[in-house]
Every structure is written in structure tokens, then in C-alpha cells.
Nanobody, 124 residues
Framework: HVQLVESGGGSVQAGGSLTLSCDVP????????LGWFRQAPGNEREGVAA????????SYADSVKDRFTVSHDYIKNTLYLQMNGLKPEDTAMYYC??????????????????WGQGTQVTVS
């Protein structure tokens, strides 16, 4: 049973920064598609960023490009989302997601079969 555990959420003022972390089980012989999603009340779950670990390829939503950075540390088995220049519209529950042993990776809910429980980010 695969468990993804997010941490690092919190409250921050506009313009501030937060770094989210997600513990990802280590499957060192395969490529992973890892992603960060967010969902605000009444909204659809939105793909914020994704990383294809096999070739270290990243993808970002236009709304976060140049402000957020997704990365993966193989040694620590941890996925990160560095968020800078936070805006009130970034307020949402943030979820990490994973699909192991893949040859493609795209920033869509349908890509992922494992999800974390979420961590709240509030920007005021």
C-alpha cells in the first residue's frame, strides 16, 4: 500500500514563500510521474506542477509559472514544491500525487493513481 504524506502548508502573507514536501516511496529502478495539485472550495482540482523523474522534465500551470518550482530528491525520497511570491488566489488544499513505473507524464488528474491527504495553504 503506497502512502504519500504532505507537509509544509500553513498561513502566509501575500508575497511570502512556503515549501511543501511529500514523502514518496522509493522505487529506484523506475521513472515516476509526480505532481502537485490544489483545490479551493467550489473549484475543480487543478494541476499545479508535475515532474517526470526519468528525464527531470517539469510542467507548470500558467498561473504559477516563474513563481513555483517542483523538484524531487531521490536520496530523501521526497517531492518538493517551492512556492514564492504567493498570492491570495493560491489559497487552497494542496495534494501530491504519484504514478510509478511510467513512460509518460502529464499534469492531469487522470495521470495519477496515488494521492496524499492534502495540506492547507492560506495566503492573506
Amino acid at each position: 500500500h503506497v502512502q504519500l504524506v504532505e507537509s509544509g502548508g500553513g498561513s502566509v502573507q501575500a508575497g511570502g514563500s512556503l515549501t511543501l514536501s511529500c514523502d514518496v516511496p522509493g522505487y529506484t529502478r523506475s521513472s515516476f510521474c509526480l505532481g502537485w495539485f490544489r483545490q479551493a472550495p467550489g473549484n475543480e482540482r487543478e494541476g499545479v506542477a508535475a515532474i517526470f523523474t526519468g528525464i527531470n522534465m517539469t510542467s507548470y500551470a500558467d498561473s504559477v509559472k516563474d513563481r513555483f518550482t517542483v523538484s524531487h530528491d531521490y536520496i530523501k525520497n521526497t517531492l518538493y514544491l517551492q512556492m514564492n511570491g504567493l498570492k491570495p488566489e493560491d489559497t487552497a488544499m494542496y495534494y501530491c500525487a504519484a504514478h510509478f513505473g511510467v513512460r509518460i507524464c502529464f499534469r492531469s488528474k487522470d495521470m495519477f493513481n496515488y494521492w496524499g491527504q492534502g495540506t492547507q495553504v492560506t495566503v492573506s
